[in-house]
């Protein structure tokens, strides 16, 4: 029988490639739910592909478009946050897909595993701002969480068959993005269209300014910590530019696993839709000759003090990584919008998260007003 998955931000670079993964995997996987922020033309055209028997659209004007356009067609429109979150908490899916971007894709993980939907995680903010609560609400309700993230996937499949309490100390990988060998003085003037230039990976746009500052690698060692329930000190970057190593396992023995293939994130994609079989591919196979060589170097804290920050957070506990998360988010898209400098993102992440009124413990309602607050503490410091 079909796997039944509904997939939140379908017209997303994720979202778009999780959809061409199912088409590879012919009839395996049915989709059940898609939504999107206000892309109508995409959507529409997805709904008519894949006829699933609802669409989520966020944007209340683009909501009436593609009502429009589905009129007559059997496939039901859901607007605004609440349609996105109604669709997030039905329990008629085997798996939800969360392809979402930021701190907005929080809630509807906690949703799917409260209704007992194991879920793909691309959207590894939902950890990074609620670990804790996750875990709870997956233990509670017997739930899995399967990580979608390249290095996350890497880790997991370096994993299998072995035992956590072997495990000495994770290394993630991390391209270095386009400013790792930039004059360190020249970081103030770096333009938003030199930090969208990632050198190996295609994504969107907030994933890839969060390359370029490397908080992305920050926000994966917090993932991490959730994922595999290791302590910050067991968990390194090493600068891999090449980006065909997606992470390492060291052992107690010194033994170091590596996942190795070609920076395609239909690989990570595909095997979450197949676990724990690694179905046949339709893309480019590794070749190591043309690679050539593989090296490696010590991350630069001066250069990306993000990463800094990010492991500063997950040291602190509590309620400052969601604001380190919230902080970045909104930084990232002031710096989009040309208002602030690619040198204010860590300037600002680490204000909000000095200032803000820490918790140890914080619930869902705890996180959404801190959502709230460090909102509008991004909005006045810009
Ligand atoms: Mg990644």
Not at 39 to 62: C, F, H, M, T, W
Not at 120 to 140: F, H, P, Q, T, Y
Not at 186 to 205: C, I, K, Q, R, Y
Not at 214 to 232: D, P, Q, R, S, T
Request: hydrophobic share 40%.
């Amino acid at each position: 029988m079909a796997k039944r998955i509904s997939i939140l931000g379908s017209t997303g670079s994720i979202g778009r490639n999780t959809l061409n993964v199912i088409d590879s995997l012919h009839g395996e996987i049915e989709v059940i739910y898609i939504t999107a922020r206000k892309n109508a033309d995409v959507l529409v055209q997805q709904a008519l592909k894949y006829r699933p028997s609802a669409v989520g659209v966020i944007d209340k004007e683009a909501a009436k478009i593609v009502e429009n356009r589905l009129a007559g067609e059997k496939i039901n429109v859901l607007a605004g946050r609440l349609g996105l979150l109604d669709i997030a908490a039905r329990d008629d899916v085997d798996i939800m897909f969360n392809g979402l971007v930021g701190s907005s894709g929080m809630e509807p993980t906690l949703s799917a595993l409260h209704a007992g939907v194991d879920v793909a995680l691309s959207n590894k903010e939902s950890l990074v701002m609620a670990g804790d609560l996750i875990n709870r609400e997956k233990l509670k309700t017997g739930t899995t969480l399967f990580p979608v993230d390249s290095e996350h996937s890497a880790i997991w499949q370096c994993l299998v068959g072995e035992n956590l309490e072997d495990v000495r100390r994770i290394i993630l990988t991390g391209s270095g993005g386009p400013f790792r060998t930039r004059e360190l003085n020249t970081f103030s003037d770096v333009t938003v269209e030199e930090a969208l230039n990632h050198p190996n990976w295609d994504m969107g746009d907030k994933i890839t300014i969060d390359s370029a500052t490397m908080m992305n690698k920050g926000l994966e060692v917090i993932e991490a910590h959730w994922l595999f329930g290791l302590e910050a000190k067991q968990i390194d970057i090493v600068v891999h530019p090449q980006s065909i190593i997606h992470s390492m396992v060291e052992f107690n023995d010194s033994s170091v696993k590596a996942q190795m293939g070609v920076p395609d994130m239909k690989v990570p994609i595909q095997y979450v839709l197949t676990y724990p079989k690694h179905a046949q591919a339709t893309w480019e196979q590794l070749d190591l000759v043309k690679v050539g060589q593989l090296t490696f170097e010590e991350k630069d804290l001066k250069r990306f003090p993000c990463i800094g920050l990010a492991y500063d957070a997950l040291r602190a506990g509590g309620t400052t990584t969601a604001v380190l998360n919230v902080a970045n988010d909104n930084a990232v898209y002031n710096f989009l919008d040309g208002k602030i400098k690619f040198t204010d993102i860590p300037r600002i992440i680490e204000k909000a998260c000095e200032d803000h009124e820490w918790i140890e413990s914080p619930n869902l309602e705890d996180l959404l007003n801190l959502e709230l607050w460090t909102t509008e503490f991004v909005k006045n410091a810009v």
